[in-house]
């Protein structure tokens, strides 16, 4: 029951069943056959930047949004016969929490990549593509940075955690390379100064279907 008042369209209510639900499985422990009752989500967002070689300012981005919502992340690189070539990154949690982390993640990433390419239009025509994608890259270091500092962690049992490390097991492919590289210090300045009025925040069921901006 508390699990299904925490799919609730009133945050208040979605937010105070979950905990109620997670004390219940502590205080009383959970067995496997309980466990396997627990529904998990997932949900794919489309990398922005990646086909191969993960991007680590969309990783950092991903994660912490992944943090928020109690789900873990997990990539998978797009095929070279893939007609849309960029990768996915997976996130898998609690099925009521996976939309809302859905939701959140493609609102920021669509903000974060809007900013990155203002930020990089505006930059000295004399300097070089290379300069400017080193510039870009601290840019959304700067961002993300700024985004963490409002991110808390959403607390689940170890219970339900080792169910969802399990699902992420089972649908691993194994481990990708991620792509380090360079950036900007001037535009690492930028982007914190233009990420510090981004914040992750939770929405509810009932605004997952809103409209993107």
């Not at 508390?2 to 208040?12: G, I």
């Not at 680590?56 to 992944?66: F, G, I, K, Q, T």
């Not at 007609?83 to 609102?107: F, H, M, S, W």
């Not at 993300?144 to 691993?172: D, G, M, W, Y």
Request: charged content about 25%; hydrophobic content about 40%.
């Amino acid at each position: 029951k508390c699990l299904a008042l925490s799919q609730s369209s009133e945050p208040h209510e979605a937010a105070a069943a979950l905990r109620q639900a997670q004390k219940l499985m502590m205080l009383h422990g959970v067995d496997q056959v309980d466990l396997d009752r627990v529904e998990l989500g997932e949900a794919e967002i489309r990398s922005k930047a990646s086909v191969s070689q993960v991007k680590d300012w969309e990783l950092w981005l991903l994660s912490l949004v992944a943090k928020a919502f109690g789900c873990q992340l997990m990539w998978r690189p797009s095929h070279s016969e893939a007609r849309d070539y960029y990768g996915r990154y997976v996130l898998i949690g609690l099925k009521a929490q996976v939309p809302l982390a859905e939701y959140t993640a493609t609102v920021l990433l669509r903000r974060l990549v809007k900013a990155r390419g203002a930020f990089t239009t505006a930059l000295p025509s004399y300097l070089t593509r290379g300069q400017k994608i080193i510039e870009a890259d601290g840019f959304c270091c700067g961002w993300v940075q700024a985004v963490e500092r409002t991110v808390h962690k959403f607390a689940l049992s170890p219970e339900v955690t080792a169910q969802i490390t399990n699902r992420v097991e089972a649908l691993s492919t194994g481990r990708h390379q991620l792509q380090h590289r360079e950036f900007g210090n001037y535009g690492l300045q930028a982007g914190r100064e233009a990420g510090d009025g981004e914040s992750i925040h939770r929405p509810v069921a009932a605004r997952a279907n809103l409209r993107l901006t």
